[in-house]
């Protein structure tokens, strides 16, 4: 069965700490993987993705995501969080077209 | 550039009502996807498009669910009969190219969504 599955559902942080948000996925076909984010009131962007090639990838505001094919995971990472980092965060993969995203993690910053 | 617009953004009716929601791609987009987020979930795909015609409706979760897109542009989602549980953010989404074309333009855009409540 195709699915994603995001590990945790809601970290805290304090400013300046490293991130690491878990994403394992199940699909058979070629893999293209995303992560979206939704600040608050705002509606989703695309952080990254992943297509083929450099299995480290890297979008913006300074995120990059690891595809690590034999664990079938593809985990988002920041070295420094800055509160307006503070947002919920999806996973994704695109399946036969249509994207399978995870459960979502919420991400919270304190200053 | 404008990006993809939905409307109404919020919408509130009676259990039994039809509501239709409408989705304005991004202009010159072949492919538009609808999705369902109920609350504290990721979005669930629901049905796509490429132009005019419907590729996939396998998310669509009964009947009382239907998807038009007649222009290959806007495209309207409708539910008839609306029940409780029909109550969360419908999202669309738009992509450059369809499926089968090079991979880097199925990313997908999406809109600010349709928060719909049934009372």
């Known amino acids: 069965a195709q699915s994603v599955s995001q590990h945790n559902h809601h970290v805290i942080l304090s400013e300046a700490a490293s991130l690491e948000l878990g994403c394992n996925y199940s699909?058979?076909?070629?893999?293209?993987l995303f992560w979206y984010v939704q600040y608050p009131g705002q509606h989703l962007q695309l952080l990254l993705k992943?297509?083929?090639?450099?299995?480290l990838v890297k979008g913006i505001k300074g995120f990059e995501a690891e595809f690590i094919k034999s664990k079938f995971s593809f985990n988002l990472r920041k070295p420094s969080v800055q509160w307006s980092d503070t947002a919920e965060y999806f996973c994704a993969v695109n399946a036969g077209g249509k994207l399978i995203f995870g459960q979502g993690t919420e991400l919270s910053v304190k200053p | 550039g404008a990006g993809v617009s939905q409307s109404p953004r919020y919408k509130v009716t009676k259990r039994g009502q039809d509501v239709a929601l409408r989705c304005d791609p991004i202009?010159?987009?072949?492919?538009l996807y609808w999705y369902r987020q109920a609350l504290g979930q990721g979005p669930e795909f629901l049905t796509y498009?490429?132009?005019?015609?419907?590729?996939?409706k396998s998310g669509l979760p009964n009947d009382r669910f239907s998807a038009e897109r007649p222009e290959g542009s806007i495209s309207t989602l409708t539910i008839q009969r609306t029940e409780q549980r029909d109550s969360a953010m419908y999202r669309c989404?738009?992509?450059?190219?369809?499926?089968?074309?090079?991979?880097?333009?199925?990313?997908?855009?999406f809109g600010p969504g349709t928060r719909l409540t049934v009372l």
């Open positions: 498009f490429n132009y005019e015609a419907q590729q996939d």
């Open positions: 989404a738009s992509s450059p190219r369809g499926q089968g074309a090079i991979s880097s333009y199925n990313e997908q855009f």
């Open positions: 992943y297509f083929s090639g450099d299995p």
């Open positions: 202009s010159g987009h072949v492919s």
């Open positions: 699909y058979g076909g070629t893999v293209n």
